[in-house]
């Protein structure tokens, strides 16, 4: 099967200026995901669709990142405008609907890094 | 809150040494537990899972990994790595009632010598 589709694979941008990723997920995987991984660090869920209703957002810094999931299949994730915090790689997963249990694997795809000079 | 928590960042071995990596997680209820891997210039892969029953896990490429409710841990081992095992290693961990919700740990960097 094909797997997560993400672009671009590199983007760099000056802080203030901003810049959107885009992911196609495995075909028929209802659930999304994004992650930010920084350096050094595990990835971290910035948020979660089913289909294309959000279901978690609490780590989503609200105030310059969106996300769309329009017709519940690709997602595009924005950030305006960027700071030097910012500098990551942005992950995209799927999966199929975890349900109450949550025991779906996430496919990953292959990350799109952010530079902010 | 959850947590996981890895507990070596970097670990260089020769091939044909054993491997084991610890992994911890806080939290009260029921859970899942995940290995994935990334090898260099490849996207994370799923190594290996536990959601119930036996609680020696196997998965690809020869890892296992065991989890202990009491200690609420879940270690990675390999009994004889190779120079292709070379990657970073993360623990992930969701709780049943989240929704598919991860929480990864740091992640360790393996780092196999010929």
Same mark, same amino acid.
């Given at each position: 099967e094909a797997g997560v589709a993400q672009s671009p694979r590199y983007k760099i941008i000056e802080k203030r200026q901003s810049v959107a990723f885009w992911c196609n997920p495995i075909s028929g995987h209802a659930t999304l995901y994004w992650y930010q $991984?920084?350096?050094g660090q595990g990835p971290k869920l910035l948020i979660q669709f089913q289909n294309n209703g959000v279901v978690d957002d609490? $780590? &989503? *810094?609200?105030d310059r990142?969106?996300?769309?999931?329009?017709?519940? =299949?690709d997602s595009t994730l924005k950030i305006q405008p960027a700071k030097l915090?910012?500098?990551? =790689?942005y992950l995209c997963a799927s999966s199929l609907v975890p349900g109450g249990r949550g025991d779906q694997p996430q496919?990953?795809?292959d990350g799109t890094r952010l530079s902010i000079l | 809150a959850q947590s996981v928590s890895q507990h070596n960042h970097h670990v260089i071995l020769s091939e044909a040494a054993s491997l084991e990596l610890g992994c911890n997680y806080s939290y009260g209820g029921t859970v899942n &537990?995940?290995?994935y891997v990334q090898y260099p210039g490849q996207h994370l892969q799923l190594l290996l899972k536990y959601f119930s029953g036996d609680p020696l =896990?196997?998965?690809i490429k020869g890892f296992e990994a065991e989890f202990i409710k009491s200690k609420f841990s879940f270690n990675l081992r390999k *009994?004889? =790595?190779q120079w292709s095992d070379t990657a970073e290693y993360f623990c992930a961990v969701n709780a049943r009632d989240s929704w598919g919700k991860l929480q990864f740990g740091a992640g360790t960097q393996v780092v196999v010598t010929p």
């Open positions: $991984q920084i350096l609490s $780590q &989503l *810094p609200k990142f969106s996300a769309e999931r329009l017709k519940g =299949v915090e910012d500098s990551a =790689v496919h990953f795809g | &537990l995940f290995w =896990v196997k998965g *009994p004889s =790595v």
